[in-house]
């Protein structure tokens, strides 16, 4: 048996910094491939100016002098970011000051143009949390009465239950101001593709108010004799919403813990449709009892709004959405201008449903960005769930954005003529849990590149039913076409690193005036490590790979699957039958990647050592360590 050893990695633009060892953590791994172009090769459009503000307002909710009735000067302040968002005109700014504001801004209007925007900006290294729920005060808490707990426990049991104790609270209307999440389960509004015969139900029923003790959520349960079985605590709703019954952990009482419970559906949101040029920057924006999506009714929303700027926030503890950034949904009147916005360098996290999302995302720049923790609402099967979803996608580029520890749904999802023109470039995703793929590409006709990603442990939920194939993918398609997938790195996916699926649902599905046909994929020069079932999944032979790297495949990683019988094939009998893989090769490369740290080690034996592989998004010439590939470092805005 032949003896691997570590030897170095070698890539494009940094080999100096890799062997200084620390000073590569402070660059970026991938290689010097320019990311500002599109998938048609030409430089996306940047419209973004530098800012100069004819006005500054301040806010300082600490100042024992703010108020709303000040002149929001600097010496004096107003307390309330609301307040600023009522009298902000174009090319003017607010600056707010440190502090937790509870309150839902509603900006009254937009900017002008890319020279005058409206600014909101926390002040410089001040922590500004704007949050959408409120303190449920421990003093207001009362004994739990009126409903019989242990009514489904055992009379043999009962005696488990002495000692625990329940306790309620009853909300006052004036907490919800006209919407209250604790009185609206979290069932979407449009359910035309949800197919209820699939789905597990309590997640949709449950009530789309969350309550927070100590900054962690309760679970919340369905019935008031659950509560009973949850030692560690969870909370069930009354039937009109206003009153919540809750078990502390570990049988502690109400004043053992601040309990935030959310009051707002949604927490930044202009008060009419349509507005333009407004920037929110370093703000920390958490807690909002939104609903499943659709309609995209985000914790910050830009209501069909176009060129904004949404850039160093922290979105947290949505309900379902964190931010969305489109037309709303389908049945809404096309607004006459969206889209061109600018996410950039945000943490999107612990999103019940979906991260960012958008109907009608029109030249959109997401770049620099983490999103992890999103869709523990298990509720994929509604199909409107990821860390990025768009629908109808053109000239979008989505560039050096880390996706981790997604459950119950996509990386990104580009759903229904989503591929116009639009480049995934420079990504991590790792640590996936999906019943479709780390990254989903759905009913599109038009051309995009995905390219110098790393793909990295896609799993397919546990309970998924057996056969049924797109669970757990590293990238899929399902009645698409004209993807050119190249320079990837794809390391441990459960089923297929590459798939395009057909079927007759999704050849009769119409996507302009024609259904789908799933040709004219391009795999090119990736790297395929450890794919469980295949490398790449083909509908038939009109499509094409070449200069790909498999390593630790099984037998018949080449798939095509009509006509049929299906074909599974190995990379030799592919470059026999279909002229593939002309430069395809087979080489031993183990990969191991921390998804925390962000690190990746890559083991090459001894015959590969000397030779320079150059799929994949950089150059490998041997074998590394704990490289950061984190693809955030080291970037410069292109303004």
């Known amino acids: ?48 100016t530098k800012q100069k503000y004819s006005r500054t307002y301040y806010v ?53 143009s890319s020279e005058e925007m409206i600014t ?4 410089k290294n001040a922590k500004v949390i704007v949050s959408g729920s409120i303190i449920l005060k421990s003093e207001e808490w009362t004994e739990g009465k009126g409903w019989d707990y242990a009514r489904d426990i055992d009379v043999n049991e009962k005696n488990k239950t002495a000692g625990i104790k329940i306790w309620q609270f009853d909300f006052h209307p004036e907490d919800f101001m006209g919407y209250n999440p604790f009185g609206m389960v979290n069932l979407l509004h449009e359910r035309e593709a949800m197919d209820f015969k699939e789905v597990i139900p309590d997640p949709y029923f449950k009530r789309r108010g969350m309550v927070f003790l100590d900054g962690k959520p309760l679970e919340q349960v369905l019935s008031p004799t659950a509560l009973l079985l949850k030692k560690e605590g969870a909370f069930w709703v009354e039937h ?69 700027i949404i850039e160093n926030c922290t979105i947290e503890w949505a309900n379902s959405l964190g931010m969305d950034i489109g037309n709303e949904m389908w049945y809404t009147t096309p607004q006459p201008l969206i889209g061109f916005h600018i996410v950039r360098n945000n943490i999107i996290r612990q999103c019940g449903i979906g991260g960012l999302e958008g109907y009608r995302g029109i030249s959109l720049l997401i770049e620099d960005n983490l999103f ?45 003529l989503s591929n116009k023109n639009c480049r995934i470039t420079k990504n991590v995703f790792s640590d996936i849990t999906t019943a479709l793929g780390a990254l989903y590409v759905e009913a599109s ?49 459960e089923n297929t690193g590459y798939a395009s699926f057909l079927d007759e649902w999704q050849t009769n599905r119409m996507v302009l005036n024609r259904g789908g ?19 790449i999944e083909f509908p038939n032979e009109f499509n094409y790979a070449d200069g790909n790297v498999y390593s630790k495949m099984p037998p018949g990683y080449i798939k095509i699957k009509h006509p049929e019988p299906n074909l599974k094939l190995d990379m030799e009998t592919s470059q026999l ?63």
């Open 1 to 48: 048996m032949k003896t691997i050893k570590w030897l170095i990695i070698s890539v494009l633009f940094c080999l100096p910094s890799i062997l200084c060892g620390q000073e590569n953590n402070e660059r970026n791994i991938f290689s010097d491939v320019n990311d500002n172009q599109l998938a048609n090769g030409e430089k996306f459009i940047f419209w973004e």
């Open 60 to 112: 300082d909710i600490k100042n024992l002098r703010a108020s709303d009735t000040n002149d929001g000067s600097e010496k004096k302040p107003f307390k309330t970011i609301s307040k600023a968002a009522e009298i902000l005109n174009p090319g003017e700014r607010v600056i707010i000051r440190e502090g937790t504001y509870r309150e839902a801004i509603h900006p009254l209007q937009g900017g002008k």
């Open 120 to 123: 909101y900006e926390a002040e």
């Open 240 to 308: 009109n919403g206003m009153r919540i019954h809750v078990r502390f952990p570990g049988d502690k009482g109400p004043g053992d813990f601040l309990i935030e419970a959310t009051a707002k559906e949604q927490v930044f949101v202009p008060k009419h449709y349509g507005f333009g040029y407004i920037k929110i920057n370093g703000i920390t924006f958490r807690h909002c009892g939104n609903g499943f999506p659709v309609p995209q009714r985000g914790m910050v929303s830009s209501n069909r709004g176009h060129h904004w």
């Open 372 to 416: 992890e923790n999103i869709g523990w609402q298990d509720a994929e099967f509604a199909w409107e769930s990821g860390a990025i979803k768009l629908h109808r996608a053109e000239n979008c580029l989505i560039r050096r954005n880390v996706f981790r520890y997604i459950i119950h749904a996509p990386g990104l999802w580009l759903d229904y």
């Open 445 to 493: 006709v038009h051309d995009c590149v995905i390219d110098h990603n790393i793909i990295h442990r896609v799993k397919g939920p546990s309970w998924i039913a057996v056969g049924y194939d797109p669970g757990g993918n590293g990238c899929i398609g399902s009645g698409t076409d004209s993807v050119r997938f190249e320079n990837n790195l794809i390391i441990d996916i």
């Open 517 to 535: 046909i799933a040709r004219f994929h391009k795999v090119t020069d990736n790297i395929f490590i450890n794919c469980g079932k295949h490398a």
């Open 577 to 639: 039958l279909f002229g593939w893989e002309k430069k395809g090769s087979i080489q031993v490369i183990d990969a191991t990647l921390d998804t925390e740290l962000l690190e990746l080690s890559l083991l090459v034996a001894p015959d590969t050592a000397n030779k320079i592989i150059k799929a994949g998004p950089f150059r490998i010439n041997g074998t590394m360590k704990n490289i950061n590939i984190d693809p955030r470092k080291g970037n410069k805005s292109d303004l």
